[in-house]
């Protein structure tokens, strides 16, 4: 049997604790922890903690990504970002990927069922793009303690429904309630019907299960890479 890939975990909240918990389904072995107590000021990012590491997953925190990004990246280890709202480094981060040759995954949300749901919504735009009577609206539901509204993947699905062709306004909207783990919705009303598409999660160990397959796809890759080239090429 072969050794186990040796992970490190960047941001070592639930998500970083349902991954550990998960990893070794995915043959990983956690090697490192880093969060608020060890890399408050990314001091953990050393040529030290990283050696044989074969791969990180990021579930920091959004102000922390770009500069963990820049750290692991610069120590030659390949990289799963699943930490969201850091959008508006998007940049730095794919420039980082290229400046020091390593691979890495990014998504809004790891979530097979999500990135499944994200195809069929670009589908039903498209085919509705040139309907003018339907009218669309995008809408969601997180935990209270969710950082940033809209979310991710509502920003995602409102981009993939515009690269599909549908230009008219899309009314958007986000609520943050108790635990709840996250439900998306996309629709489209016309004065002769509605159609409704949701997706609804009922725990988080979809996404830890996502990021870790995206783990295990991006060892011994380069380039910036979206979680739907690991699932659907």
Known sequence: MPDPRRLAIVGYGKMGRLIEQLAPEYGFAVALKLDEFNNAQFEG???????????????????????????????????V??????QEHLGAVQAAVARHSIGLVWSPNYSVGVNVFLRLVAEAARLLAAQPEYGAWAW?????????????????????????????AIDTGSNRAGAHPGAHEIGFDSSADTITLRHTARSREGFARGALKAAQWVIGKKGFHEFGEVLFG
């Open 45 to 79: 990012l050393t040529a030290e903690n990283f050696q044989a590491i074969d791969v990180a997953i990021d579930f920091s925190i959004p102000a922390a990504v770009a500069r963990n990004a820049e750290g692991i990246a610069a120590l030659g280890v390949n990289l």
């Open 81 to 86: 970002i699943g930490t969201t709202g850091w």
């Open 140 to 168: 969601e539901i997180h935990h209270v303690t969710k950082k940033d509204a809209p979310s991710g993947t509502l920003l995602k699905l409102v981009e993939e429904m515009r690269r599909a062709g549908f230009t008219r």
